[in-house]
């Protein structure tokens, strides 16, 4: 190659350096889907998207019909990503907008409540449902545990679950009354919780913890 021909090159590169080729294609990530009946017999599935919009959303397609439906979520609600979500045994459906908690009807297509939970959670990675119809939420950068009672609305933040890891990724409850919670990612934990009492007991021996997710 000739000095003519890299200096060429090198000028053209200088130049630009970048090119832009657009939108690969214009739609949204897929976050996770749940399916449910609703009480007039319809067969739904519900998908939880992210873009960048500006505001949150969720689809809801009649598998008879084929008809889909955006639904925003309520105004003053920023567009966060979602990770957990759950169809809980009230036939709604619960998910988050950032540290936003959201519960959507199927049964009315309307989201039905809001709450602004937790002031050290970021976004919620996991959702779990008790025996006694309670949605468990894990939070991250504070592994906050939160609890949401669908029957009288009321949210409770139980506070951190670990003293210094960030994420709350797994949750699980049991007929005993007690919360099970999977933490990482930097060392590995799992917390046993008692909502009646504030106990908590860690069950991985401290010696044992590894690198990773309980």
């Known amino acids: 190659m000739t000095l003519a021909i890299i200096l060429a090159c ?22 996770g889907l749940v399916t449910t009946v609703t009480k007039d017999g319809r067969r739904l599935v519900i998908c939880n998207p992210s873009d960048a919009g500006a505001r949150g959303y969720v689809l809801v397609t009649d598998i008879d019909s084929g008809k889909t439906t955006q639904l925003f979520c309520p105004r ?9 979500a759950i169809m ?6 619960y998910t988050a907008q950032g540290r936003w908690l959201l519960e959507f009807d199927p049964n009315v297509m309307e989201f039905t409540f809001k709450a602004n939970a937790s002031k050290t959670t970021s976004s919620y990675l996991c959702f779990t449902e008790g025996p006694d119809g309670v949605i468990w939420c894990g939070g991250v950068y504070a592994t906050a545990l939160v609890s949401l009672d669908p029957a009288t609305h009321q949210v409770k933040d139980h506070g951190r679950m670990d003293p210094k890891e960030m994420y709350l990724s797994f949750l699980a409850a049991d007929k005993a009354g007690w919360v099970y919670a999977g933490i990482g990612t930097a060392r590995g934990n799992i917390i046993a919780y ?12 401290e010696a044992k913890r590894k690198h990773g997710t309980g």
């Open 76 to 84: 003053g609600i920023p567009q966060s990503d979602p990770f957990g």
């Open 194 to 205: 008692n909502p009646a009492t504030g106990e908590k007991r860690q069950l991985i021996d």
């Open 10 to 31: 090198m000028s053209a590169a200088a130049a630009s350096p970048f090119v832009d080729h657009g939108v690969a294609a214009k739609v949204a990530e897929l976050r």
């Open 88 to 93: 809980a045994s009230n036939g709604k459906f």
